[in-house]
Structures are given as C-alpha cells and as structure tokens.
C-alpha cells in the first residue's frame, strides 16, 4: 500500500464552451476497472445524444491501468490528452468522461487535444484533489488526570486528533503516520510518565482536500 498518493474527491460535473461546442466534463474515483466502465457507460446513457462521449480513466497505486478512447474523435485527440492530464497531476484512481456536443465549428488536432485537455483540468478543478496519507490509529488510554496535558500537547503536535472517548479511563484515538507510531509511543509514554496504555489500531486513509 502506498504511504500517499493523490485522487479526486468524488463525483464532479464542469461545463465549457470553445467554439460553439459543448465540452462537458464528468469526473469520479474509480478503484477498479469495472467501476470506471460502469461509470463511462452511465454517461453514455444520460447523454446519447452527444455527439462524442471520450473517456480517460487511470486505476491502480502503481497506475497498472491506463485506458483512453476517442469515441469517434480523431485518433489521439481525445482521450489521450485527457490520460496525459491525470498522468500530469499524478492522480490515482480516477476516471474522467468529456462529452461533447458538437457547436459546427471544427476544431482541428491541434483545437481538439486543447479544447479535451482544458476540459478534464477544469473539471478535476471543480471536482476538487485530495491526499490520501496512510495512517493507524493509534489509542492512548489515560487517567481524567492527564487529560487536559496530553489533549493540549497533542493539540499542538504534529498528530491529529481522531475522537476521544470518556469511559471509566479516556481514551484518546489519534491519526499517525506507520513510520511515526514508535516515535509517538516513545513520546506519549514520555509525555505521562509511563500511565499511558497505548494500543496500535488499524491502518486507514486519511483525506485532506489539496
């Protein structure tokens, strides 16, 4: 598993004109394959319209899957500049659909791969980025009479609060980095004089938008 890596947040939807024509870009995380063509082809659904419904998506922490389609646009116009812009932004997971309604106007090679490569920018700009940092969690398990040091020093730490419990002792969960759990166990073990009961939790992914 990746210590971090970067996606987007969620679903998005971002609209623009270039001559006439209507680019129309849909954005999602995708962790699997299955996911992102399931995505592609409820676009395809809701606008069959379109004149053409291109699509981008990468899958995989060490980006095993990298697929683009033109849908009709001329070859390499379309949904490889859309791939090269989540190769650019080193986003994981993440699958991208332009749709276009065609204004009249051609646009050329050069007005395509443009007008495909700013859409899926700025639809990934509305949608919003996120990094994904590996952490445990890790339970700090105290006296009430070390509570208002350690909430304090941990407060102005480095390591984030997760939720506190008020049982028959507090238990603290804090968010820590794998690498820095035995640097905080030293730390909190230091920080209560060795009261602290700390128990290393799970592994998950934290989300902070970028």
């Known amino acids: 598993m990746l210590r971090q890596y970067y996606t987007v947040k969620g679903?998005?939807?971002?609209?623009?004109i270039i001559?006439?024509?209507?680019?129309?870009?849909?954005?999602?995380?995708?962790?699997?394959?299955?996911?992102?063509?399931?995505?592609?082809?409820?676009?395809?659904k809701k606008h069959w319209n379109a004149t053409h419904n291109c699509s981008a998506y990468m899958i995989?922490?060490?980006n095993q899957i990298?697929?683009?389609?033109?849908?009709?646009?001329?070859?390499?116009?379309?949904?490889?500049?859309m791939l090269e812009v989540l190769?650019?932004?080193?986003?994981?997971?993440?699958v991208v659909v332009v749709t276009?309604?065609?204004g009249g106007i051609k646009l050329g090679t050069g007005g395509l791969i443009r007008a495909y490569g700013k859409s899926t920018s700025e639809g990934i700009n509305v949608t919003g980025v996120v990094e994904r940092t590996l952490m445990c969690t890790v339970r700090t398990k105290i006296d009430y009479t070390w509570l208002g040091k350690v909430e304090n020093e941990l407060r102005s730490s480095?390591?984030?609060i997760k939720d506190i419990?008020?049982?028959?002792?507090?238990?603290i969960e804090t968010y820590v980095k794998e690498e820095q759990t035995e640097t905080f166990t030293q730390w909190m073990t230091e920080l209560t004089n060795g009261q602290a009961k700390i128990t290393i939790g799970e592994s998950l992914y934290l989300e902070i938008d970028v």
Do not use: C, M, W
């Open 87 to 94: 190769k650019k932004r080193d986003l994981k997971d993440t």
């Open 60 to 62: 995989g922490q060490q």
């Open 11 to 16: 679903a998005g939807e971002h609209e623009i």
């Open 19 to 44: 001559q006439k024509s209507r680019f129309i870009a849909h954005v999602n995380r995708a962790t699997t394959e299955e996911e992102a063509l399931t995505f592609i082809q409820d676009i395809k």
């Open 158 to 160: 480095i390591y984030s």
């Open 100 to 102: 276009r309604y065609f």
């Open 165 to 171: 419990h008020y049982l028959d002792q507090v238990e």
């Open 66 to 81: 990298q697929k683009a389609n033109d849908d009709g646009e001329p070859s390499g116009t379309a949904g490889v500049p």
